[in-house]
């Protein structure tokens, strides 16, 4: 009953999306990612004016910034040369910019002020 339920899942067809090989053999190694990536990818663009209370960095799904409410919640060290094979970016929860080994694989933030980003990361670090 279990492999009949796992091959029912249906595979994901990464390369009608018009990535590039590297990007798209990178997604078919997890279905799971795979899957909220083409999740994300059928959401609309944030609205112009969309200020996020909570701001996520994401390197391999491994949280290293969290902001909410311009504060400083979570800061894990990272190497200044760390190049990690995917990166995401969060808003409130919700995928916003995904990319593999710099490559956008979903941009939900085409619409936006990017000048709203930058004031994000101008936190109060609580001095």
Same mark, same amino acid.
Request: glycine residues 4%.
């Given at each position: 009953?279990?492999?009949?339920? %796992?091959?029912?899942?249906?595979?994901?067809? *990464? +390369?009608?999306?018009?990535? !590039?090989?590297? *990007?798209?053999?990178?997604?078919?190694?997890? =279905?799971? =990612?795979?899957?909220? %990536? #083409?999740? #994300? +990818? $059928?959401?609309?663009?944030?609205? #112009?004016?969309? $200020?996020? $209370?909570?701001?996520?960095? =994401?390197?391999?799904?491994?949280?290293?910034?969290? %902001? @909410?409410?311009?504060? %400083?919640?979570?800061? +894990?060290?990272?190497? !200044?040369?760390?190049?990690?094979?995917?990166?995401?970016?969060?808003?409130?929860?919700? *995928? #916003?910019?995904?990319?593999? +080994?710099? @490559?956008?694989?979903?941009?939900?933030?085409?619409?936006?002020?990017?000048?709203?980003?930058?004031?994000?990361? @101008?936190?109060?670090?609580? !001095?």
């Amino acid at each position: 009953m279990q492999s009949e339920a %796992i091959n029912s899942i249906p595979e994901i067809d *990464t +390369r009608s999306w018009g990535l !590039s090989e590297t *990007t798209t053999t990178f997604l078919a190694r997890s =279905l799971e =990612l795979t899957s909220a %990536i #083409a999740e #994300a +990818r $059928k959401l609309l663009p944030f609205p #112009a004016d969309y $200020k996020p $209370k909570v701001f996520e960095v =994401l390197f391999d799904d491994v949280p290293f910034i969290r %902001i @909410e409410n311009g504060k %400083i919640a979570y800061l +894990r060290d990272c190497s !200044s040369d760390y190049k990690p094979p995917c990166s995401e970016f969060a808003f409130d929860g919700e *995928t #916003a910019l995904f990319q593999v +080994r710099g @490559e956008v694989v979903v941009n939900r933030v085409e619409r936006m002020d990017l000048s709203a980003i930058n004031q994000l990361l @101008e936190v109060n670090h609580g !001095s």
